[in-house]
Every structure is written in C-alpha cells, then in structure tokens.
C-alpha cells in the first residue's frame, strides 16, 4: 500500500522560513514525479511544485518561483519544500504528491499525502 507522510508544518510569522518533508513507501519511486501541491480555506487545490523522477526539472507556481525551492534525497521516495520569504498568503495545507513521470507536473493525479498546516501570520 502506497503511503505519503508530510511533516515540518506549523506557524511561521512573514518573513520566516519552513522545510516541508514527504516520505513516501509502498512502491518503488525512482520512476515518480514528485512535488507539492496546496489548499488554503476555501479554495481549490492548486500546484505548488514538482520535481521530476531524476531530480533534473523542476516546476514552480508563479506565486511561490524565487521563494520556494524543491528537492529529493537520493533514495528518491523523499521530497522536499524549503519555503522561504512566506507569505500570509502561503497559509495553506500542503499536500505531497506522487505520479508517473508520464503525467505532467502540475495535474492533481497520483498519490496524495494527508497534509501538513502551514500558517504564516502577518
């Protein structure tokens, strides 16, 4: 059974920075895109970032490019988000997700995480 666990959320103040960590395990993953994505209050699941199964792309949302930088450890079932420069607007629950490198970066299909809380106060 495949099984994505987030952790390193919590309460930054702006300005601040957060690492987010996804482990995932149940199936081989060196075939996997990986990356984030997020849902504040009320609103739709959007993308946040990807990285490809070697680790050589990356994608990034326009709001967060510049701020937020992916990554994944060399066994390559972890992934990474080190957030920098957050925003208010960051306050959000960050999903890590999983899918075939045959599925672009940004579509919601794969594997989900239960997500992790961030909140970011101004």
């Known amino acids: 059974q495949v099984q994505l666990v987030e952790s390193g959320g919590g309460w930054m103040q702006a300005g601040g920075s957060l690492t987010l960590s996804c482990a995932a395990s149940?199936?081989?993953?060196?075939?996997?895109?990986m990356g984030w994505f997020r849902q504040a209050p009320g609103e739709e699941r959007e993308f946040v970032a990807a990285?490809?199964?070697?680790?050589?792309?990356?994608r990034y949302a326009d709001s967060v490019k510049g701020r937020f930088t992916i990554s994944r450890g060399s066994a390559k079932n972890t992934a990474f988000l080190q957030m920098n420069s957050l925003q208010p607007e960051d306050t959000a629950v960050y999903y890590c997700?999983?899918?075939?490198?045959?599925?672009?970066?940004?579509?919601?299909?794969?594997?989900w995480g239960q997500g992790t809380q961030v909140t970011v106060s101004s």
């Open positions: 149940g199936r081989t993953f060196n075939d996997y895109t």
């Open positions: 990285i490809s199964a070697g680790g050589g792309n990356t």
């Open positions: 997700n999983a899918k075939s490198s045959i599925i672009t970066f940004t579509s919601p299909q794969g594997y």
